[in-house]
């Protein structure tokens, strides 16, 4: 079976500040990786996937995250947040061979001014 | 090129009654996912469809809960005899390809369901 575990329900962050949103993960078969963004209100819109290759994967705004098998871990990045950031960011798995996303619990990304 | 649509985007029902949530996929996408997302919590995978076909329904609940997506319309999520307990936000994805996991999925923007 696999799990994926957001380690903060919730993240604070001043504009302009970096950020880095926990993800690891548990499985006992190869998986692929996915970082999606929930918007207030709207469904949830890829940011990035690692599918293999680099470990360091850039996704859309200027967000990135780096897979790290050893740790099974897949920790989202960004050196410069704005308020339009805010919102609840999700990590997910899919084991190779099926078509089934397992998601972690979200990390609600808070920006202030 | 329009997005994954749902609807309807809230319902309400009271127990007993039964709930019927559509999604119509983007065009040239074959492949329909849905997911249930109760509150506080992250989305859990329910079934997986093409056309006609139920690939993977691990996910449903063994009762009251059924999934079809036909080879005309849009895929529907039916939810019978509906109880407190199904109160959440479903949300359909899907694809063009079912490439064993590699594939972007694309979400619609959930249908709100709210028993009474």
């Known amino acids: 079976a696999q799990s994926v575990t957001q380690l903060d329900s919730q993240v604070p962050v001043f504009e302009e500040a970096p950020v880095e949103l926990r993800c690891n993960y548990s499985?006992?078969?190869?998986?692929?990786l996915f970082w999606y963004v929930q918007y207030p209100n709207q469904g949830l819109q890829l940011l990035l996937k690692?599918?293999?290759?680099?470990?360091l994967v850039k996704g859309i705004n200027g967000f990135e995250a780096e897979f790290n098998k050893s740790q099974t871990s897949f920790h989202l990045r960004k050196p410069s947040v704005h308020i339009s950031d805010t919102a609840e960011y999700f990590c997910a798995v899919t084991p190779y061979n099926t078509d089934k996303l397992i998601f972690g619990t979200g990390t609600r990304l808070q920006v202030f001014p | 090129n329009a997005g994954v649509m749902q609807n309807p985007r809230h319902l309400v029902r009271r127990r007993g009654q039964e709930a019927r949530l559509r999604c119509s996929p983007m065009?040239?996408?074959?492949?329909v996912y849905w997911y249930r997302q109760l509150p506080e919590e992250g989305l859990k995978f329910m079934v997986y469809l093409q056309k006609e076909n139920i690939i993977d329904e691990s996910g449903m609940p063994k009762e009251r809960f059924s999934a079809e997506f036909p080879k005309e319309g849009p895929s529907i999520l039916r939810i019978q005899q509906v109880v407190r307990g199904d109160s959440a936000a479903y949300f359909c994805?899907?694809?063009?390809f079912g490439q064993g996991g590699q594939e972007t999925q694309y979400f619609g923007p959930g249908t709100r369901l709210l028993v009474l």
């Open positions: 499985s006992s078969v190869s998986v692929y």
């Open positions: 690692y599918l293999s290759g680099s470990t």
């Open positions: 994805a899907s694809s063009p």
């Open positions: 065009k040239g996408h074959s492949h």
